[in-house]
């Protein structure tokens, strides 16, 4: 399976500033996924990172907060904009290689706001 | 009612013991299934693609049941080191949209 790594892992960040977490795949995949998890709970898409085009955005998540990045098939980045501390959470990146397989995933950020 | 459900545990179990999760899907179009386990602050890996006539790996045994749209793992002979989350996970027909339960919460102990 790709290997996915993903910088920084971890990050404390001032309210109102912006941080692009980074999502580097050891070898082409065919799509990119952006999560966030709250400690306990379950994750949560926020979109799917779609090479050469804008990204795909779930109910609830929108460009302007959550700018992604695609340039190639193997990386992609996600900023968290005008961050506040309900940004505080871990991000996850994960990649697939195809309809039906599975996602594996990087090892997250851990994002908290001051 | 979530696409995904799972029960959420927390199940405590003693080592040695079997334990069983399950979890049903609502989409009965749904494609693909498969077993993750996330430790604690830890990122989500997989730990078995699920198949229409069962499949197992080790201690580990996983069912699909299409017609009552539900899906189990059984685990064998527990080991400390099987106390994770076990997130049951169904990808939709047709793209690469992919549904996570909420997860399962396993304690083995000594």
């Known amino acids: 399976s790709a290997v996915i790594s993903q910088k920084p892992s971890r990050d404390i960040c001032?309210?109102?500033?912006?941080?692009?977490?980074q999502c580097q795949v050891d070898s082409q995949v065919t799509m990119m996924f952006w999560y966030r998890q709250q400690p306990g709970q379950s994750l949560t898409l926020i979109a799917t990172a779609n090479q050469g085009s804008e990204a795909t955005?779930?109910?609830?998540?929108?460009?302007?907060?959550?700018?992604?990045?695609?340039?190639?098939l193997t990386f992609s980045t996600l900023t968290v904009s005008n961050m506040s501390p309900e940004d505080?959470?871990?991000?996850l990146c994960s990649a697939?290689?195809?309809?039906?397989?599975?996602?594996?995933?990087?090892d997250g950020t851990r994002l908290s706001i001051l | 009612r979530k696409e995904v459900e799972q029960d959420p545990g927390p199940f405590n179990v003693p080592e040695g013991a079997t334990?069983?999760?399950?979890?049903?899907?609502?989409?009965?179009?749904s494609q693909s299934f498969f077993w993750y386990r996330?430790?604690?602050?830890?990122?989500?890996?997989?730990?078995?693609?699920?198949?229409?006539?069962?499949?197992?790996?080790?201690?580990?045994?996983?069912?699909?049941?299409?017609?009552?749209?539900?899906?189990?793992?059984?685990?064998?002979?527990s080991k400390l080191s099987d106390s994770a989350t076990y997130l049951c996970?169904?990808?939709?027909?047709?793209g690469f949209k992919t549904i996570f339960g909420a997860g399962t919460r396993l304690f083995v102990k000594a």
């Open chain 1, 14 to 21: 001032q309210r109102g500033t912006s941080l692009t977490i």
């Open chain 1, 57 to 72: 955005y779930e109910s609830g998540f929108v460009i302007d907060k959550f700018p992604i990045s695609r340039p190639n």
């Open chain 2, 19 to 29: 334990v069983a999760f399950n979890c049903t899907y609502s989409n009965s179009a």
């Open chain 1, 88 to 91: 505080s959470s871990i991000y």
């Open chain 2, 38 to 77: 996330q430790d604690c602050r830890k990122e989500p890996k997989l730990l078995m693609s699920v198949y229409s006539s069962g499949n197992e790996d080790g201690r580990f045994t996983a069912q699909l049941n299409r017609a009552s749209q539900y899906i189990s793992l059984l685990i064998r002979d």
């Open chain 1, 96 to 106: 697939t290689t195809g309809v039906n397989q599975p996602q594996h995933f990087g």
């Open chain 2, 89 to 94: 996970v169904v990808n939709k027909t047709g």
